[in-house]
Structure formats: structure tokens, C-alpha cells
């Protein structure tokens, strides 16, 4: 058998298990924004830019999702210049027969590009074996999470994690709720920095933390109808800002935030990004709890001064 085609992606909504079915290997990214992308006049989202340009050099085909217009723009702009791209259409919408629809046709659709490019149209045992992995891995993640915090999710994602040590013993420091888009490889940096002037991560409540990993499959019916299990489980349960309306993803931080313990809130956000932009007081009033908030571009993973913002954050809580 030859080698499998690898299958380059960043957002929630595109499920390994699918493509494990369809016999390609699922490269979830959490690429590293470029720094230039600080600068004012570039005006695009710092990771959806990252995106195309892991799309340009990473996997032979990478799957955008159509979750924001940027990411529309970057899967465009990708496909212009000769990636093999794959724009996977996500109903904004919650929950609806049509939206679950629309859903299963786009992952049938994208089956079908996939066997085109050296893939396969998956059958429904490998799906359910599939599903059944990925659910066991997610699960150790999130065990392993409610120890050590972000880095626990590094598992879920392709490439090393970049963490310069081992996590230090929560001992003091105040325990805080990270929220928000997506962390970039970089953020490593960010989460170890935060630990480092006293700050514990209880909660990973960004894009590629557990916020947006999907509930547990509905094992009675694994076996039988797989790809309805699949789903429901990614289009109508994970509780994102890109869709209508956001009910589920208050309900979801008004539930984990208070039960995670932590007693602030870190609202991050990719620079340029407009989803996540004016979220502060809506999260402080659901939450119940104080909010930071930060825009995170270049290398640094953060803003000059935003060591000295989280200190003083952190001296309110305590
Ligand atoms: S970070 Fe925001 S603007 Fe950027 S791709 Fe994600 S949702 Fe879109």
C-alpha cells in the first residue's frame, strides 16, 4: 500500500475520523502567525493568514473551513495560487434537519474529492473504528488537561509542542480560564509566560482547546448510522462564535468557567480578528467573572506590555 494522503487542516469542524475513513491521514495545524502581521495596515486576520500560508507548504490537500469570511478569503487566495484546497461549507446555523444536511453533503462531498486524490469513500465499520479511536484520544486529552492545562491538547494537533519546560505545581498562583480563537504555535510561549508571573490555566476554552472538541458519540447507534452519529456530534454540538446564534457557546462558558475554578477570564484573539472582537463585557456577564483582554500577533505570541497588563490582572484576583 502506498503512502496515505495527508490531509492539512485548523478548524474544529473538519473531523479526523472522517478522514481517517476516506484513508487519508488528518494533520490538524495550529500554524505560527507571521509577526509582520502586527502591522496595522495588513488588516487580515493574523491565523487565518497563517492558514494559507501552511496551506501553501503544508499536506498534500488542506481542508478551510467556511466558519468566517477571512477564512473564505485565505482558502480563495490559497487555490488561486495552486494549493489543493478543499472549502468545507459549515451551516452557521444550530441544530436544524437543514443545517445537519448541508453538513453531511459537504462531508460526502469532501469523501469524494478525497478518493479523487488517491483517498477513498469511507465505509461504515472503518468510520465507526475511527470514531471510536479519536473519541479514546480525546478523552485522555482532556483528563490529561484538567492536570496540566493547554499543553495537553499539543496531542490533538501535528507537530511538537513548544513549551520551553515542564509545567510548574499550580502551588499560588491564581487560577484563570483561557478563552477565545484560536492559539497559534507560538502561544506555547504565551501559556508558559502566564504560568511564570503567577497565572494557572484551569480551563482551555480557545478554538483549539477543549471548547470546541465535540461531545461523546452516541455509542448505541455507532455501529448502525456512523456518519449521522459523526454528525450531529461536529454540526450540532460544538459551540463556537461562528455560529447562529450563539446560545451555546454563553451556555458553555457560563457552565465551565465557574466549574473550572478559575476566577478570571483571559480573552484572547488573533489580531484582524473581527468574530471575536467585543466579546469582553457579554463573557464578564455570563461568566460572572473579571475579563483580560488580549490580541495576540507575531512572535512574541502577544502584545508589548502584556506581561505587565496580566500582572496587574492577576493582582486584582487575588
Ligand atoms: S481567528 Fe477569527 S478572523 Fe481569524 S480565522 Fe478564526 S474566526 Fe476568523
Do not use: K
Request: with cysteine; glycine share 10%.
Amino acid at each position: 500500500m502506498g503512502e496515505r494522503l495527508r490531509v492539512a487542516y485548523v478548524s474544529p469542524f473538519v473531523p479526523p475520523e472522517w478522514l481517517e475513513a476516506c484513508g487519508a491521514e488528518p494533520l490538524r495545524l495550529r500554524p505560527r502567525r507571521d509577526p509582520r502581521d502586527a502591522v496595522p495596515a495588513a488588516g487580515a486576520c493574523a491565523f487565518a493568514r497563517a492558514a494559507l500560508s501552511a496551506a501553501r507548504g503544508g499536506g498534500d490537500v488542506f481542508v478551510f473551513a467556511t466558519t468566517c469570511d477571512q477564512m473564505r478569503r485565505a482558502a480563495e487566495r490559497a487555490a488561486a495560487g495552486g494549493a489543493r484546497v478543499f472549502l468545507l461549507n459549515v451551516p452557521a446555523t444550530w441544530q436544524t434537519p437543514a443545517a445537519l444536511r448541508l453538513y453531511r453533503e459537504e462531508l460526502e462531498r469532501l469523501a469524494r474529492a478525497l478518493a479523487a486524490w488517491g483517498g477513498r469513500v469511507p465505509d461504515p465499520a472503518a468510520l465507526a473504528d475511527a470514531m471510536r479511536r479519536q473519541e479514546a484520544l480525546r478523552e485522555e486529552v482532556l483528563a490529561e488537561a484538567a492536570r496540566r492545562g493547554p499543553r495537553a491538547f499539543d496531542r490533538l494537533f501535528a507537530g511538537p509542542g513548544a513549551h520551553a519546560g515542564p509545567e510548574p505545581p499550580p502551588g499560588r498562583r491564581v487560577p484563570l480560564a483561557l478563552v477565545g480563537g484560536p492559539l497559534g504555535a507560538q502561544d506555547a510561549a504565551l501559556v508558559d509566560r502566564i504560568a511564570s508571573i503567577g497565572g494557572h490555566i484551569v480551563l482551555d476554552g480557545t478554538e483549539t482547546g477543549a471548547r470546541t472538541l465535540p461531545p461523546r458519540f452516541d455509542r448505541r447507534r455507532i455501529d448502525a448510522e456512523p456518519v449521522a452519529v459523526l454528525v450531529e456530534a461536529y454540526a450540532g454540538s460544538i459551540p463556537d462564535v461562528s455560529r447562529r446564534p450563539d446560545d451555546a457557546l454563553y451556555a458553555w462558558l457560563r457552565r465551565e468557567v465557574p466549574l473550572s475554578g478559575a476566577r478570571g477570564v483571559l480573552l484572547v484573539r488573533p489580531v484582524w480578528c473581527d468574530p471575536w472582537a467585543a466579546h469582553a463585557e457579554r463573557i464578564a456577564e455570563a461568566t460572572g467573572r473579571p475579563v483580560l483582554s488580549l490580541d495576540l500577533d507575531g512572535d512574541a505570541g502577544a502584545r508589548p506590555g502584556m506581561d505587565g497588563r496580566i500582572e496587574a490582572f492577576l493582582e486584582m484576583l487575588r
